[in-house]
């Protein structure tokens, strides 16, 4: 795309300017505004709105994020953006890495769970105690709360062993691989009834294809995500540092 038009030499962009600089109809351009995901437009004598090219940097910003955050999320990103200071912002935006970066993990940990899952009916294990974990440390490991595993067992979705004097949980081996694939499925959007039938045939010898189709797909989906935030870099830079600037604009 195009660099954005120089508002000194261009002089006040109008709306239209700006949605064909940021590929938004015009309508969604006011619409955004609005939103307050760009700053308010300052008003020419005529009436008309006179937005800079931080406009279109704002604008531009804001689709790459929607599409590695989603909307919600990249509004308010946004604000925060123009609010903090550079440190703050660098942080906001390397926090929203890492984060993809920890989807990407778990679904490459679930994904081998499921197919150490696989061999398991010929390659039978015999598991130590020093393979299991606690509910606690299984949460951690996860990134999910306690509660969150005792709904899953409620559900049928995890079974943890016990001990039996306390009756705390153990979760064994194969109790660790199908909570990465629940979690997994989880956070692709699967409600319990769809994860508990993928959980279900997860020991048939053929009931593992579509649990492993989700998880590429939604390898896929992380990836298409960084690339949209990479693809934000630049404007997200232009927005950060002319909000560290106040002549900018």
């Known amino acids: 795309?195009?660099?954005?038009?120089?508002?000194?030499?261009?002089?006040?962009?109008r709306?239209?300017?700006?949605?064909?600089?940021?590929?938004?109809?015009?309508?969604?351009?006011?619409?955004?505004?609005?939103?307050?995901?760009?700053?308010?437009?300052a008003r020419m004598g005529n009436g008309y709105r006179a937005y800079t090219p931080l406009h279109?940097?704002?604008?531009?910003?804001?689709?790459?994020?929607?599409?590695?955050?989603?909307?919600?999320?990249?509004?308010?990103?946004?604000?925060e953006l123009r609010t903090g200071t550079i440190t703050e912002a660098a942080s906001a935006i390397n926090e929203v890495h890492v984060r993809l970066a920890r989807e990407r993990e778990e679904a490459l940990l679930a994904e081998q769970a499921l197919r150490a899952i696989q061999t398991e009916a010929d390659t039978p294990e015999f598991e130590q105690d020093s393979d299991?974990?606690?509910?606690?440390?299984?949460?951690r490991?996860?990134?999910?709360?306690?509660?969150?595993?005792?709904?899953?067992?409620?559900?049928?979705?995890?079974?943890?062993?016990?001990v039996t004097s306390?009756?705390?949980?153990?979760?064994?081996?194969?109790?660790?691989?199908?909570?990465?694939?629940?979690?997994?499925?989880?956070?692709?959007?699967?409600?319990?009834?769809?994860?508990?039938a993928i959980v279900d045939s997860l020991h048939r010898l053929d009931g593992t294809d579509e649990?492993?189709?989700?998880?590429?797909?939604?390898?896929?989906?992380?990836?298409?995500?960084t690339v949209e935030l990479l693809r934000a870099g630049t404007d997200l830079a232009a927005v950060v540092a002319a909000d560290q600037d106040p002549t900018a604009g």
Do not use: C
């Open 56 to 79: 279109i940097h704002a604008l531009r910003a804001y689709r790459g994020l929607a599409g590695a955050v989603g909307p919600v999320v990249a509004r308010k990103l946004l604000a």
């Open 15 to 41: 709306t239209a300017d700006v949605a064909r600089e940021s590929g938004y109809s015009v309508q969604q351009v006011r619409d955004l505004e609005k939103l307050g995901v760009i700053p308010a437009a």
């Open 211 to 225: 649990a492993l189709r989700i998880l590429r797909e939604r390898l896929d989906h992380i990836a298409l995500r």
């Open 166 to 196: 306390l009756q705390a949980r153990r979760y064994d081996l194969s109790a660790i691989r199908t909570a990465r694939i629940v979690a997994a499925l989880r956070n692709t959007g699967y409600g319990v009834p769809a994860v508990r």
């Open 132 to 139: 299991a974990m606690t509910i606690t440390e299984l949460s």
């Open 1 to 13: 795309m195009n660099e954005p038009m120089s508002g000194g030499r261009w002089g006040a962009l």
């Open 141 to 162: 490991a996860l990134g999910v709360r306690p509660s969150t595993l005792r709904f899953w067992e409620q559900e049928g979705l995890v079974t943890p062993e016990r």
